[in-house]
């Protein structure tokens, strides 16, 4: 089944404690993103990959630290979380060409930093 | 930074009637995305309509856009209490396939 796994579902962390949430995609996808959701502000854009080893800011990147040393995998690294990164957070991937395809969401992970 | 605009923010119909939900947004676009979310669950895509598109079917959902006055609807024709979600409207502007999404709506559908 063509699908985007994140990993884990829910997370409850302390601050300061470095966390890693995983996103898989198995559609050969190049385009990957990551994005969280609050009420009242919607989804935001954290980060983005176009394609392996290549990054760049969404319109919320403080705080957070991405990778994507391969096509499938691209993690979203909190390397000191705060209580104002709790929050719901997805990730996405498309094609290229995703202007005919869309976006294929994960079931995102909800973290609460306390 | 929010491109899209939904509007209403909640709407309550009763099953079988139809749906109408409003996208607007503020720059030139490339195509326009509707996503429907059901509680705390990932976003699934619905449809997507071209910048040079007007009208577009798919199903039961009816998407248009306006490209002059920036704004798409989406219609629902008659809604089952499935379609009970939170709708967004997102734009890709751009060339790295960004999509910005609005905040939402949330429709519920009465049985």
């Known amino acids: 089944e063509a699908q985007v796994t994140q990993n884990p579902r829910y997370l409850i962390t302390v601050t300061g404690k470095k966390l890693t949430v995983t996103c898989s995609q198995n559609?050969?996808?190049?385009?990957m993103s990551w994005y969280r959701q609050d009420p009242g502000l919607g989804l935001r854009q954290i980060y983005y990959?176009?394609?392996?080893?290549?990054?760049d800011k969404g319109d919320v990147p403080e705080g957070y630290k991405v990778s994507r040393k391969e096509k499938r995998n691209f993690p979203l690294i909190l390397e000191s979380p705060s209580p104002n990164q709790t929050s719901l957070y997805f990730c996405?991937?498309?094609?290229?060409?995703?202007?005919?395809?869309?976006?294929?969401f994960g079931s995102g992970t909800r973290l609460t930093v306390v | 930074s929010q491109q899209g605009e939904e509007d209403p923010q909640a709407l309550s119909i009763q099953e079988g009637e139809n749906a109408t939900m409003n996208c607007s947004y503020k720059?030139?676009?490339?195509?326009l995305q509707w996503y429907r979310q059901n509680s705390g669950r990932g976003l699934v895509h619905l449809i997507l309509?071209?910048?040079?598109?007007r009208e577009k079917h798919s199903g039961r959902l009816r998407v248009t856009l306006d490209t002059s006055k920036k704004s798409s609807s989406l219609l629902i024709t008659a809604s089952r209490a499935a379609d009970t979600a939170s709708y967004f409207c997102?734009?890709?502007?751009?060339?790295?396939?960004?999509?910005?999404f609005g905040k939402g709506i949330t429709l519920s559908v009465r049985p």
């Open positions: 990959s176009m394609n392996v080893e290549v990054t």
């Open positions: 559609m050969n996808h190049e385009y």
């Open positions: 997102a734009t890709d502007a751009g060339a790295n396939s960004k999509l910005t």
């Open positions: 309509i071209r910048s040079n598109e």
């Open positions: 996405a991937s498309s094609p290229r060409t995703s202007w005919r395809y869309g976006y294929t």
């Open positions: 720059t030139s676009i490339n195509n």
